[in-house]
């Protein structure tokens, strides 16, 4: 079996980003892999660590040359190889899930993880798409994953607490925080990770077009007052944080 795990590319959520022009700035950020993009990497590595018979992990990536670097980092924590569908065009969510859905296909995947929520389009749209396009159930927000065989069973949320689930492959999955803990490579593995196969493909060969254009943005850049609240009395501390949310943010009757 072939497990397909898609990687993004965003800058730290505790980075310092430059606004220029009323875009943001990632020139000089600090970029690492989506969060829970994170988490499907290495639950895909716990998956074959657990004695599935997982014969190959491969990594995707859509975006610019620098996206290599989230490439390289998911190669050090154990994927066998990655390919990567350079292009410097933004693609939206359902542009990238015929991508997903077309690589799946061509490497024969059985299981496709992807992050439950993109940290930079804030949308959880790529899983459902991905699935839609290549017909397979999906399981969503999942925080426990085993498989045996061909039979995929755990836990994910739902508006109600959680349910237990079981499906046969293929299927996609979306993950999210609290599924494990990711690993941090190691420099052994960081050195191997150079000599593992990381394929370049051109945009144009999956024929895909993002029919969506950014025509306005706001910058959110009002500053934070930083103020802190002394929590020695829990009492007063609560008083003065709904005083503060009453009369200063306004943001409660």
């Known amino acids: 079996m072939k497990i397909l795990t898609l990687v993004r590319q965003v800058p730290d959520a505790e980075a310092r980003v430059k606004i220029q ?7 000089g950020a600090t970029l690492v892999i989506d969060g829970m993009d994170e988490y499907g990497v290495e639950e895909a590595l716990r998956l074959r660590e657990s004695g599935a018979a997982v014969e190959e992990i491969v990594a995707l990536a ?7 670097d989230a490439l390289r980092t998911a190669l050090a924590m ?46 959880q749209a ?56 990711p690993r941090y ?25 993002s029919r969506v254009r950014v025509t306005g943005n706001e910058i959110q850049t009002r500053a934070r007052l930083n103020r802190m609240i002394d929590g020695k009395d829990p009492q007063a501390a609560a008083a003065e944080l709904l005083n503060l949310l009453r009369n200063e943010a306004k943001v409660i009757a």
Do not use: C
Not at 62 to 68: A, Q, T, Y
Not at 101 to 121: F, H, K, R
């Open 126 to 181: 790529l899983g459902a798409a991905s699935a839609e396009r290549l017909g397979w159930p999906q399981l969503t927000w999942t925080n426990e994953l085993k498989l045996e065989g061909e039979t995929l069973t755990g836990r994910h949320d739902v508006d109600d607490g959680n349910e237990s689930f079981r499906t046969t492959l293929p299927a996609v999955v979306t993950t999210q925080q609290g599924l494990n803990e």
């Open 62 to 68: 859509v975006g610019p040359k620098r996206v290599e």
């Open 21 to 27: 022009g009323q875009q943001v700035d990632l020139e």
């Open 78 to 123: 154990g994927v066998d190889r990655a390919i990567h569908v350079e292009t410097d065009e933004k693609i939206d969510a359902i542009a990238l899930s015929k991508i997903v859905a077309q690589v799946a296909q061509a490497e024969g995947a059985q299981l496709l993880l992807v992050g439950g929520q993109e940290a930079d389009w804030d949308s």
């Open 185 to 209: 490579p190691t420099l052994p593995n960081i050195m191997k990770a150079k000599k593992k196969e990381l394929r370049k493909d051109d945009l144009a060969t999956y024929g895909v077009q």
